[in-house]
């Protein structure tokens, strides 16, 4: 007779409970152990200055910052300089080591809408205006090809993303932007159950189908989620509906699906923008990569139950007449594609 046989014949179902949690217990470190090595190891939490990789991030990442700043319906005047500064500096030593790059031209893009809409009002931002003039002077780039540099923000009307969804997948997809600037009606409910029901067509893993979706509508409610995401500021309280899409940990049931909660979760919520977008909705995705503190604070304010992993929030809300949008850079296809 094995060790296991014995076990469930003779122990109690209290005890073969206790056993097997410590069995998966200790199955799981391990994996957890990989991977925190291999995050700790790879990832920019403290090399985003010597590593090239690293630092095209950080670069991406403030410049996007500059965009999502001026796709707002409002910008703030002279907003972003607690990152505009270190922008500047990381492009000079970046083009030092490196040379012109698509993650330099996309961020030096960004910046020259920044400074063309502020001298659009007649706000002087010379300090930035400079700068850039010094990095175009220095590496003798060309104004002609900056010009047609993908960056910054870009306007889209109602009417071009209603075409769009007459023309085929491919141009409704092409059309789906992050959307910033809501009108602030309000989404018919059964449209929303007609999102979801979309959504659902999201492949799973064995079909699972783990996601659910949390739908906030009143505006105490949604203040009170967008205060602890924190990065919808200056946009997000003007959406009709904030989503929180989580999903229940309880489908996954092997030491190795691990993440498959954020897996699921993430294509469906890809889904959901997509299915919205195909409605004629607006939506943009509002990131939850949260220390726990923030986990904690969200299921205070939100009745969502503790077996649910929190995916990410997303703000949908209904479009004005002609809006601006972020026009981030997209690399070609073969600098992502590996044939083997």
């Given amino acids: 007779m094995t060790y296991k046989t014995w076990i469930l014949k003779y122990s109690p179902a209290f005890l073969q409970k206790r056993l097997r949690d410590m069995y998966f217990a200790i199955k799981l470190m391990p994996g957890y152990v990989y991977d925190f090595v291999r995050f700790f190891t790879y990832a920019g939490l ?3 200055r010597d590593d090239q ?26 907003f972003g300089m607690t990152v505009i500064p270190t ?5 000079a030593r970046y ?18 809408s920044y400074v063309a809409f502020h001298h659009q009002l007649s706000h002087p931002v010379d300090h930035v205006a400079q700068r850039l003039d010094d990095i175009v002077q220095q590496y003798q780039l060309s104004t002609s090809a900056m010009q047609s540099w993908q960056g910054g ?5 109602r009417q071009s993303l209603e075409s769009a969804r007459d023309n085929g997948f491919s141009t409704l997809f092409a059309s789906r932007h992050s959307v910033r600037q809501f009108s602030g009606e309000a989404i018919p409910e059964n449209n929303i159950l007609r999102a979801v029901k ?32 924190g990065g919808g500021r200056g946009f997000a309280e003007h959406a009709s509906v904030i989503l929180v899409v989580t999903t229940e940990l309880g489908s996954f049931l092997g030491v190795a699906e691990r993440y498959q909660a954020w897996i699921d979760g993430g294509m469906f919520s890809m889904s959901l923008c997509l299915a919205f977008h195909d409605l004629g ?3 943009c995705c ?9 986990d904690r604070a969200m299921r205070k304010v939100a009745p969502i139950p503790a077996s649910e992993q929190i995916v990410m929030l997303i703000a949908v809300g209904t479009l004005p007449e002609e809006f601006t949008v972020a026009c981030s850079y997209r690399p070609p296809v073969t600098d992502l594609l590996v044939m083997h």
């Fill in 198 to 229: 979309l959504a659902q067509k999201t492949p799973s893993v064995c079909n699972r189908q783990s996601w659910r979706v949390h739908a906030f509508s009143k505006p105490a409610d949604m203040a009170a989620l967008l205060a602890i995401q």
């Fill in 95 to 112: 083009m030092d080591d490196y040379g012109l790059d698509t993650t330099v031209m996309t961020a030096l893009a960004a910046l020259n």
């Fill in 281 to 283: 909705y607006g939506t």
């Fill in 153 to 157: 923000v870009t306007k889209v009307n």
């Fill in 46 to 48: 403290n090399k985003s």
């Fill in 87 to 91: 922008l500047l500096d990381d492009i």
């Fill in 286 to 294: 509002l990131n939850w990569s949260k220390e726990p503190s923030a």
């Fill in 53 to 78: 990789i690293q630092r095209a991030a950080r670069m991406t990442l403030y410049a996007h910052q500059v965009e999502k700043g001026l796709s707002l319906a409002a910008p703030r005047l002279g």
